[in-house]
């Protein structure tokens, strides 16, 4: 036995430090991907843990549908023409 506790436990928890950093994967992947594709490994996977009060969303809000926007009516360009005797120069209708 330790003749020490103090330095034992500090002991003890070094080494479990030194056990997790080794058994974290390689990779930088995400928790829920796992981190391994095709070798073997071990590692722990720790799902990240939220410590918040409850949050409360606001009443959704409903908008009025956008207003209809009707183009005004093109005018058309009259070439121009012979009416008749009467040479009609160009013009806008």
Request: hydrophobic share 45%; glycine share 12%; with cysteine.
């Amino acid at each position: 036995m330790m003749r020490n506790r103090r330095l034992g436990g500090l002991l003890a928890v070094a080494g479990l430090a030194a056990v997790g950093i080794t058994a974290l994967p390689g990779e930088a992947n995400a928790w829920w991907r796992g981190g391994w594709c095709c070798g073997v490994g071990i590692g722990v996977v720790v799902p990240p843990v939220v410590v918040a009060p409850p949050v409360y969303a606001p009443p959704p809000v409903y908008y009025a549908p956008p207003p209809v926007y009707y183009a005004p009516p093109q005018q058309a360009w009259i070439p121009p023409h012979w009416q008749g005797n009467v040479w009609v120069p160009g013009h806008w209708s």
